[in-house]
């Protein structure tokens, strides 16, 4: 069920949040995930609060009427902050850094100075009751492959929340409904660790650009320290179509589902403007493409300054230190080796193995960019690599026509057998001429090709392909 | 400087060369930063020097907007007294200022809206003050309030809201000021600010509600028993110590045990206590402030007695080593010679036990035994900070027999029976 996008006037923002690569952001605990057994389990209750506007904030007030009292799993990674038992340390300095370069690759502007927010939650994902959130930049753009800027809105550095463990009412609970606890269940395993939050402008007007967009975020995301894998990055996507209101839906598991999923809220809006029921609201993403209804949209009553810890003052030396060391992107660096000429298998081979510093050092002293290329990729052994310092002997040694190019393949085999380099050029006492004629006799009528294998074949990688090549034409002939 | 007028809680539109910006203006204690609240929440710095042009688009409302629980006094429960006197239990975050300031006195309805289901709350605030500010005039104060409350019989008990450093010594105080008493008094405290939904305050206060409406006509401290927010203890008030900087449970009985376990819904009691009575309660307040405290320490050189006496001190708790020693000849300062010509020279001299826990006995080294001979007086289990309070009071009748006194059990602050 597709949608004429334009004609609905579809505006749509994504909201990305990345774990970072570094241990928790106002504590210096590991952000490990644990699949153990907790050491302990506390209990906690959430009252509702007053915000610093003296309002009840809507969404607080929704959670407020939901579940009071929550048990916290304890490990013993975990320490008195998750516990909500000390104030924040300092805010993580890595994390911080690695926010920055960020923010410099997205293009934004950065705050001079910036306060820890404290943003009320109380669903229980956090044990204070609130979730530390600060805004470091604002204004920036990437560009998509249409060539179209995609706005940055705002970046945020802020804390992961508690994992839920579970929400399923246990059967018994139907058999012995007063003897039954129905406190929701939290891990404090994932509660602090470091998240960016990324918001665009409401500028994409086509669930492909969304795709794009979140796509080239992504490859940003993952040139800097961040962590990999299922659960490390969430999306969330902002929908809106002409006459109807603004819905947050979170929880995509997977990214494939995002095209459905959107076109199965423009259809969901298209009944609510037509029923005039449009709410703004936070939506929770299901398996199948629907949506199901989470909470109302937070407002601004829900937030108020981390009275624990100092403004955040990024200096102009933290700006022009991250900016120096900014991390290139996969496709910058595609681009960058294209250049020399080498074969898309190749490139990918390079990055994939994570050799382009000792390709841009090897490449540097030598101008031989596609051997140098095979040498750090094809040519390795699978089980003993060779040092890109004894690369650079061997490529010393094709200067002064030492070695030919077509025996560096043999001579790198040799190496990583345990072969001195010394010995390993040196060519093997075998009579090609007399050994190409006794094949010859032994399997007359056979093509050039074939003897060729077969040559190649008895000495493996003692003789180059060209030696066999010549000789052979010359018995052929 | 363009903002220089403006006040925080101003509306205002800022334009820097890359963005126009709108919000509230916040207090900045830097002037090269002005401090900016967002429409989505978030506070942001922006240089002074950056910005090209700002306009006010409405001024502060000076209106205090915050919303009170409206929920009635229920007329059939019993009447408690809340006795604010500041902490962060009545404190909050000034939006306008950034900084934290007290809460207006019905506030602290508004953390445990429960407590109109327990009892018939009658708030009064005699002064606000943070609890390391507080000393022996704030507690003849918080007994005075408490005097009129012990005498009006409608009243069922009494709960004082606390700062937590010197808590402590505001408990062991009123054990000492008020006697024979026929009511209960809860202390209590929170270790997290009100202005957030984790706040241990909650749950403290309903416990404090309980034990004011029970049947303990005693002081204690009510606070959390450990991490979790399901039980209170009720601590006897001369048997207490702030035990750690930031947990919710930092109050921890030391040579005791605890009078209740309480829950917002129950109370159980846990060892004998003084029953609710019509007894006359009795009010003394009498105190000598010239006492002072004195933690020895390795290499400490004795003539601070000197300079305390030159101060025209009266009295000394000294904390002393281990199980009631104080370094002597063999060590770089020996104390007993200046221990001993302060207390001939009249000064009260008492020693407590460094290690918190546990009994001073003099008799088990000579090390003791010499110190016994100095007259100084071995407090047994009593802990330092109460020992401070009480030697302070004793010292304030002059017609006492001091040694006689200070070993006299007035308010449960010795325990002959320690279990752990």
Redesign the interface.
Known sequence: MKHDYKKIGLKSGLEIHQQLDTHKLFCSCPSILRQDKPQYE?????????G????IDTA?AHEASQNK?FIYQVYDTNC?VE?????PHTINQEATKITLQIAHLLNC?I?????V????V?DGSN????QR???IA??GYVEISSGKKIAID?L?LEEDSARKVTDHRPATCDLQPATCDLRPIFKLDRLGIPLVEITTGPHLHSPDEIKEAALKIGEILRACKVKRGIGTIRQDVNISIKDSKRVEIKGFQNPKMMQKTIDIEITRQQKCIKEKSCKNEVRNALPDGTTEFLRPMP???????E?DHP?L?ITRDLINETKKNLPKLASENTSYLQKFGLNPELIKLILKQNKLEDFKTLTHEHNNPNLIAKMLTLFQSKKEKISTDKLEEILEKISKKEIHETDVKTIMQKISQGISLKEAMEKPSIDLKSEAQKILKEKPGLTQGAYMGLIMGKFNGQVSGKEVMEVLRELCS | MKTKTFQPGDKIKIQTKSKSWEGYILQSHDPEIILLKLKSGYNIGLRESEILDATIIKSTDKRNNTKLVSQRNDLQLPKVAIVITGGTISSRLDPKSGGVIPTDKGEILNIAPDLKKICNPIIVNPFTKFSENMSYKDWKAITETCKKFIEDKTISGIIITHGTDFLHYTAAALAFFIQNLNKPIALTYSQRSIDRASTDAALNLLCAAKYATSDIAEIALIGHETTSDDTCIAMPATKVRKMHTSKRDAFKIINDSPIARITKDNIKILKEFNARNNNTPKFDTKFEEKVTLIKIHPGQDPSIIDFYQSQGYKGIILEVTGIGQVPTKDAKFNWLPKIKKAISSGMTICATAQTINGRLNPNVYTAGRDLQKTGIIFLKDMLSETALIKLSWVLGHKQWNKKKKMLEKISNEFNDKIIK
């Open positions: 506390i209990q906690r209750t959430l009252n509702p609060v007053i610093e506007t003296g309002e607080v009292n008195l516990l909500d038992e000390e104030p502007k705050f001079p100075v910036t306060q927010m404290r943003k009320t109380i044990t204070s009751g609130f959130t600060a805004l604002h204004d705002y945020m407002g601004a009553a829900r937030m108020y300054p009275t403004l003052k």
